[in-house]
């Protein structure tokens, strides 16, 4: 029977874990290893013969935006012991994480992992990312001034407030409590760097992995030149070209990096299960009601068993239960991807391709779990 961890098990699960995948949680993924009863607190686990045999990792976080603020829950870890698979614990731990995702009021829940395993669980690669290639000869052809120098917030931990206060100023964000963040831009292995200028201004930040040649997030202060920076970095690392991503909310970023960036590539950061398709097309509904310059109208969809009339206007989108005949009928796993995701948007009726995607949703890596 599948049960709620206790700080006591802490140790037996972070073996158990670190054994089935072969890596070091602890320093892969502080922000959910790092204390014990927070640890034990976001996992379900499964015991047979007296020890753990199973076990997943439910993280409760939050997506905030212009309309306002999505509850969500992440998922990882998903794991049963080989001598004991084959006798439906995966669908336990699966069960496990729904229950959790409705206590703690979640309209959707996100995860990374192998599309077959998973889809039958209701989740679909969806949303949008961005990458953008800088290549050798941009960076060459960069100015060289201002000045921009790097430094890792591990070793100068006192650029903390100012990255904090550059990423809470985004207006579209996944929580990041202050005194958990270096936790979470430190997961997967990222590392941040404060950027400062030639008057040791702080002037935002940048996670980079591992070896360095991609960029998993950046955050720059107004007026600041994206392509400087990245430049800056990349001559600073000694790198020939770097991999910028971008995310879902960060148009202006975006907007540049399509004037010097390329082989520009669009992707689906993770797989989502949406648990309340109101809440989730009336908030990323309306942020995109307010960020774009959107065909206002109304559409009725029949989205599994729930119909709702979708209804854009200037800077609202609504989405209330009706009884009228829908405009399409869609699964859940669809509509998922219809909602999300422009490679998708080819239903009719046209007014949703027009929208498309009617709900931005997006993901940095270091806040996958």
């Not at 972070?14 to 034990?40: G, H, M, Q, W």
């Not at 590392?191 to 950046?218: H, M, N, Q």
């Not at 010097?260 to 097309?281: C, L, S, T, Y």
Request: proline share 6%; with cysteine.
């Amino acid at each position: 029977m599948i049960q709620t961890a206790r700080p006591e098990d802490y140790k037996e699960l972070l073996d158990f874990e670190n054994r089935i995948f072969n890596v070091r949680f602890l320093s892969k993924v502080p922000k959910l290893y790092t204390d014990e009863t927070f640890c034990a607190a976001c996992h379900g686990i499964i015991r047979e013969e007296d020890r753990i045999i199973g076990g997943v990792a439910v993280y409760p976080t939050a997506l905030t935006t212009l309309g306002g603020t999505l509850k969500a829950v992440g998922v990882g870890s998903v794991a049963v012991d080989p001598a004991f698979r084959g006798k439906g614990y995966m669908k336990e731990l699966m069960q496990y994480c729904d229950d959790a995702a409705k206590a703690h009021g979640a309209a959707m829940s996100f995860l990374s992992g192998y599309r077959q395993r998973y889809e039958p669980y209701g989740f679909v690669p969806c949303g949008t990312g961005y990458v953008f290639e800088v290549s050798d000869y941009c960076i060459a052809h960069t100015p060289k001034t201002p000045a921009y120098t790097f430094e890792t917030l591990k070793k100068n931990p006192e650029g903390l407030p100012d990255a904090i206060a550059a990423f809470s100023r985004q207006p579209y964000r996944w929580q990041r409590d202050p005194d958990q963040f270096f936790q979470i831009v430190s997961s997967w292995e990222e590392k941040c760097f404060i950027i400062r200028d030639e008057r040791a201004r702080v002037r935002g930040y940048l996670l980079a992995e591992k070896t360095r040649r991609d960029v998993s997030e950046l955050v720059l202060a107004d007026g600041v030149s994206p392509q400087v920076v990245l430049a800056a970095f990349a001559r600073s690392r000694k790198m020939q070209k770097l991999r910028v991503h971008v995310h879902e909310g960060q148009d202006a970023l975006r907007k540049t990096l399509c004037a010097f960036g390329e082989h520009i590539e669009v992707n689906m950061p993770a797989a989502f299960k949406i648990h309340d398709f109101r809440q989730f097309i009336e908030v990323l509904g309306t942020h995109k009601a307010k960020t774009a310059n959107v065909l206002e109208g109304s559409i009725v969809l029949k989205i599994g068993g729930e119909t709702l009339r979708i209804t854009m206007e200037r800077d609202r989108c609504t989405a209330v239960p009706t009884a009228d005949a829908p405009d399409l009928t869609l699964t859940a796993a669809e509509a998922t991807v219809a909602l999300t995701t422009p490679l998708f948007c080819v239903h009719d009726p046209p007014l949703l391709r027009a929208w498309g995607p009617l709900c931005p949703l997006g993901i940095s890596h270091c806040d996958e779990v």
